[in-house]
Every structure is written in structure tokens, then in C-alpha cells.
């Protein structure tokens, strides 16, 4: 997996405009008619294509753009709409994965020489840059954290000199614990809760993903979550709760939540297509267990959706969308992620219901 399934993410969005041309459409809010949620549309000044990627309760969002150059660079927009930009030192490619409430974020950096290093950006501006142990420095391989919790524990994975993941948490003073599931060919934490407790998958000898999670004592649980091949946790809130997708070997996607009893129930999105990149892709869970993610229609088109506790989706196409992928959400069900407008520009959106 790289950078986070982006470039599957980034196809399906080019895609759609082959496809959709210039279709255009509106915010659809299911099942409230007094409802009127606001749509902002960002772009970090010198942005091609603008990533939105993370949110915390405060309303502040990470992501990355690309410029002109075709370069990424990390950004940071506070609620009053203040965008900046950064790269720490080394970069020629940077990426926000993950937020806490403090505004820190936690992400992926490229050298020249194509070897992926971490870092944390705290909200003074200072960033610190990390490799995880025996983490490869040859091309594609280095160090990708993805989430981080309100005590800047992050999570992610490393590839090893032999192209091996490794999943990880960094603790706050930089020492490391590395997991790697037995007879795995690769593990992969996404998200971490206060608790102390990850989420993600790994890939067994048959090339199969199951769900996977970290208890805070150190036990290690497996789970599929559906009856498909293949199982990814994406994100984890305080309770236990957890949300991620399910899919085969035809990538055809269902989203699920999962208690921390162990219960699970699978849903779709109303309009999920059942075709090869189809089906609904859940990805970011808060405290009130609502779910942010996208979903893809049988005409390959892509829609943002929030997913209420009691089982109700909202489906989210901001105005003149094409291509709309829902990244995160926070404590106030303010979604944010990017779009395809029918220019073919990708922009960030912050959707606040």
C-alpha cells in the first residue's frame, strides 16, 4: 500500500472526469429538510490539485497539495480559513496523514532519492523528522506514519531493505514498538485512539488482508470483517469503536463498524455501485461512532458521505463536483477531503453540516 491508497484514490477521481465530462451537481443533505450544511472550497496559493486529508475538533485541516512542478507539499488550514504551507528540510515530496487536537500534525515526507521519512509538525510551526528503526533507505521503502493521538503517539508502518511492512508507534519521547503479525508478509497500523490502541490490517501468505488491532495491553486481535477476502481497519475512536472497508479480489468495496465488543455490522451507501472499484469505502470514525468516506456509483463516479450512528447516510458532492472523496471528520460531523470540479482541478472542501 502507498501513501495511504492515494494513487487508487487519485485514478478513480481521473477517471470519473473521462467519464462524467462535464456533469455537474449539488450538496445533498438525506432525510433533513430543515438541514442546510455549508460547503467551503480551499486551495493553498500555488495549488494544482489540493488534497484535504484530516481534521480535528477545532476545525483545522492537513493535507497536500502539488504544484505546478508536480511536487507535494504539506499545508496546514486553521478554522478562520489560514492556509500554510511547509516542507520539512529534504523534502521533495510531503504529505499531512493526521491531526490531533492540538493542531500537530504527523506525515510522510520523499528525499530526492525517493525514500519516505516521517515527521510531526507542531502548531508553532517547529517539525521534527523521524526513521523507524531498520526502516529501508532505498527507493520506496522508509518510514509512513499515518495517524497521531492528542499525546503525539503516531502510527504507521515501515518497509524494510527486503520490501517488508512493518507496523509501528512512535511514543512521544521518539522510542519505537514495532508489530509485526505472525507469518505476515506485511503489517500496517492506520489509526490510533487516545487510548493507546491501533488499528489496521496485514497481508497473510495467501495475499489476503484481514482487520487487525492493537489492545493497549499489548494483544494483538485479527478479524474479517465481512464475508469477502479481504479486511482493512481504517480508524478507531476513544470507545473501541472502529470503521474500515471490506473488499475482494475485484476491489468491489463495503463499509463496516465494528464495537469493541466485537459486533459488526457491514453497510453500503445508497446508489454503491457492485463493479470492479465500486461499493462504499468507510474511513474515519469520531466519539459519537458517525463515519466520514466516499462510495462509488455503478457509473464509476465517486461520492462523499457521513454515516450517522443510527445507520443514516448524508450524502456529500460539493457544488460543480464531478469526483467527490470524503477523507475525515471530527466531533462537530464537519467532513472534509477533495473533489473534481469539471474543470478537472482537484480541490479541498470542509463540509460543515
Known amino acids: 500500500m502507498t501513501f495511504y491508497q492515494n494513487l487508487l484514490h487519485k485514478s478513480v477521481l481521473r477517471a470519473g472526469i473521462a467519464i462524467l465530462g462535464a456533469a455537474l451537481c449539488a450538496t445533498a443533505w438525506v432525510g433533513r429538510a430543515d438541514a442546510k450544511p455549508t460547503v467551503t472550497t480551499f486551495d493553498p496559493t500555488g495549488s494544482i490539485d489540493t488534497y484535504a486529508w484530516c481534521i480535528n475538533a477545532a476545525g483545522t485541516i492537513g493535507g497536500y497539495y502539488e504544484d505546478s512542478g508536480a511536487a507535494l507539499h504539506g499545508f496546514v488550514r486553521a478554522a478562520d480559513g489560514t492556509i ?35 515527521f ?48 509501528f508507534m512512535r511514543a512521544a519521547n521518539a522510542n519505537f514498538l514495532v508489530v509485526s503479525y505472525p507469518d505476515s508478509q506485511g503489517t500496517y497500523f492506520y489509526g490510533i485512539s487516545d487510548t493507546r490502541v491501533m488499528v489496521g490490517d496485514y497481508e497473510d501468505e495467501s495475499y489476503v488482508y484481514h482487520g487487525l488491532y492493537r489492545a493497549a495491553d499489548g494483544t494483538l486481535t485479527s478479524f474479517d470483517a465481512v464475508a469477502r477476502p479481504n479486511t482493512t481497519a481504517e480508524s478507531i475512536n476513544d470507545a473501541g469503536t472502529m470503521t474500515g472497508v471490506s473488499f475482494n479480489r475485484n476491489e468491489v468495496n463495503t463499509g463496516w463498524v465494528r464495537t469493541a465488543g466485537g459486533s459488526i455490522v457491514s453497510f453500503n451507501a445508497p446508489g454503491a455501485g457492485t463493479g470492479v472499484l465500486q461499493g462504499t469505502r468507510a474511513l474515519s470514525i469520531n466519539s459519537k461512532g458517525n463515519i466520514a468516506g466516499f462510495y462509488t456509483d455503478g457509473t464509476d463516479r465517486n ?51
Open 120 to 167: 510531526m509538525r507542531f502548531a508553532d510551526g517547529s517539525i521534527t523528522t523521524f526513521d523507524a528503526p531498520k526502516a529501508g533507505s532505498s527507493a520506496n521503502e522508509g518510514t509512513y506514519p499515518y495517524s497521531i493521538d492528542d499525546k503525539t503517539l503516531i502510527a504507521g508502518n515501515y518497509i524494510d531493505a527486503k520490501r517488508v511492512s512493518h507496523a
Open 84 to 118: 500554510t504551507s511547509f516542507d520539512p528540510e529534504g523534502s521533495v515530496s510531503t504529505g499531512v496523514t493526521g491531526i490531533n487536537a492540538a493542531g500537530t500534525v504527523a506525515g510522510i515526507y520523499h528525499d530526492a532519492s525517493s525514500v519516505a521519512h516521517g
Open 303 to 353: 461520492h462523499g458521505f457521513l454515516r450517522l450512528a443510527n445507520g443514516t447516510i448524508h450524502r456529500i458532492d460539493p457544488p460543480g463536483s464531478i469526483n467527490t472523496l470524503g477523507r475525515s471528520l471530527n466531533e462537530k460531523d464537519a467532513v472534509t477531503g477533495y473533489y473534481v470540479a469539471k474543470s478537472g482541478k482537484i480541490h479541498g472542501f470542509l463540509w460543515s453540516p
